[in-house]
């Protein structure tokens, strides 16, 4: 049974608010118009308690600092295959990084939307496509288990470093089968462990929020996604993150580390 600070309600409230204090310490620590404002932003999430896993967007076509927050631990649009025309959805779309690079793939004629459970989040992401005049590109606050948006609706769902912190990831996986049109594809980039985490690892609520605790493993985390009715599921690229001592320290024992 899990105890308060752990019930999916608590562990909700709390990542809501480290993702909350990410996106205003990130909007005062950068001037958003310069190649630092991804680093410093990523420096905000790492005192935030949120570890800080991803790669460079440097050389990604429509890469918007302003947007970049550091928070991701993959590329998911760069394998997404994404076309002119279609509507991507992106779950837990944060200030938009990865919207916006599905908006210049898919172009004018597209559409992108995002759903983001932190408000901050969500009004900093329709200020930097008001910023870059993106009119087919929206943001809404919501949550991944109960999405805002109607039933087949998207030929692509994208998400980045988010589906872990989410407690319930059947309701999730299946929310995302529903928005999705017959046919559709859905790229994720998420931490995975290999083999069971350490009960006190997945009872710390402050690596909840830092993408670590609500992790599974592997093989779990792939038939939870096919149990939704995803068909034909691969494993594009995939790497190894070796946590420091210092964030487990907190958590296990010298003997467990």
């Known amino acids: 049974m899990p105890s308060p600070e ?5 562990l909700k409230a709390r990542i809501r608010q480290k993702y909350e204090d990410v996106a205003s310490d990130g909007s005062e620590s950068s001037s958003c118009c310069g190649d630092s404002a991804g680093e410093a932003s990523a420096e905000a999430a790492s005192e935030n308690g949120i570890a800080y896993m991803g790669e460079s967007y440097d050389d990604v076509d429509g890469h918007a600092a302003e947007a970049d927050l550091g928070l991701g ?9 994404l076309q002119p025309g279609e509507a991507v959805l992106d779950l837990g779309s944060g200030a938009g990084v990865d919207a916006f690079v599905a908006r210049r793939a898919v172009g004018p004629e597209g559409r992108v939307e995002g759903v983001d459970f932190a408000p901050t989040m969500v009004e900093k992401a329709r200020r930097n496509a008001d910023d870059l005049g993106y009119e087919n590109t929206r ?15 998207f030929d692509v769902v ?11 990831k059947e309701q999730a996986f299946a929310e995302t089968y529903r ?21 006190a690892i997945r ?3 402050e690596l909840h929020a830092g993408c670590v605790a609500g992790a599974l493993p592997k093989e779990e985390y792939l038939s939870v996604i096919q149990g939704a009715g995803f068909e034909g599921v691969t ?15 907190p958590h296990l024992s010298d003997e467990d580390l």
């Not at 631990?73 to 295959?81: F, H, I, Q, R, S």
């Open 6 to 10: 752990t019930s999916p309600d608590a």
């Open 179 to 199: 928005a999705l049109r017959p046919g559709g594809r859905f790229i994720v980039s998420d931490i995975v462990s290999v083999g069971a985490l350490p009960e």
């Open 73 to 81: 631990c993959g590329l998911p649009t760069e394998v997404a295959n």
């Open 203 to 205: 009872e710390a609520a």
């Open 139 to 153: 943001f809404h606050h919501g949550e991944i288990e109960a999405l805002p948006v109607e039933d087949a609706s």
């Open 158 to 168: 994208v998400s980045n470093c988010v589906l872990n912190l989410v407690p319930s």
């Open 235 to 249: 494993v594009a690229e995939e790497r190894v993150i070796e946590l420091p001592d210092h964030v487990l320290r």
